[in-house]
């Protein structure tokens, strides 16, 4: 190969050269993207066209990026511990119902296309320490056991919801993908908005079962707690 076909390449060893001296990695990125843009005869202005579009094409991972620092931000300021005693105000509130009405109100979000929820910026800092908040209000401090139990449930919860609830969305991928492998193999018939429809009995299924299972959460945490005071 010659230097002139080898030459797009620059951005790897510049990479790799960044990484190991542990440089700032977005500079890092950003020199390799430059570089090998002007490798390849690429105009600065023309590049910066470029960078700016991919910018906006990954907007939304972006701004997922950026929820991160603002959350734990937040937390450090006291945010699951004002949560908590927020949630103890109420009497009637239980791990077990206030998971019963994320669940319903996250699957019903999914269905309309709403982004509501998520495991890092609402499970983890609002839904969590309101479940500890109730269930504290009930059974006094928890043990370990009912801790990691209350935050498996939380996570569970915000991952089924979100499954069947995506499904019913008929412009979610997997509606989409579901749609072009049936066209694709001669099922002409079907189109988005019967995948849509077809998805709404399973949601139901999925917010019955998975309300059984919680309304047994008290109970559990109950033993958890009835066995910590044992000994």
Do not use: C
């Amino acid at each position: 190969m010659t230097l002139a076909e080898l030459l797009p390449l620059i951005g790897v060893p510049i990479m790799v050269i960044g990484f190991v001296l542990r440089l700032n990695p977005m500079l890092v990125v950003t020199g390799a993207g430059i570089a090998t843009g002007l490798a390849v005869g690429m105009s600065p202005l023309d590049l910066l066209e470029l960078i700016g579009e991919k910018f906006l094409d990954a907007r939304l991972l972006v701004i997922f990026v950026l929820v991160l620092p603002i959350i734990g931000l937040m937390e450090r300021h006291g945010l699951r511990e004002r949560t908590r005693r927020w949630i103890v105000r109420f009497r009637g509130a239980s791990a077990g119902r206030i998971l019963i009405a994320y669940f319903i109100v996250r699957e019903i979000a999914a269905s309309i296309g709403l982004p509501v929820g998520g495991q890092v910026s609402t499970v983890r800092p609002l839904l969590v320490p309101m479940l500890e908040g109730a269930a504290t209000a009930h059974l006094g401090q928890l043990s370990d056991k009912s801790v990691n139990r209350i935050r498996a449930h939380a996570a569970a919860a915000e991952n089924i919801a979100q499954f069947f609830g995506e499904d019913i969305f008929i412009a979610y991928g997997a509606v989409l993908l579901i749609d072009a492998f049936l066209r694709e193999n001669g099922i002409v018939n079907v189109d988005p908005l019967t995948i849509g429809l077809w998805g709404i009995p399973p949601a139901i299924a999925g917010l019955v079962i998975h309300s059984i299972r919680l309304t047994r959460l008290n109970a559990a945490l109950a033993r958890d707690a009835d066995e910590e005071a044992g000994p």
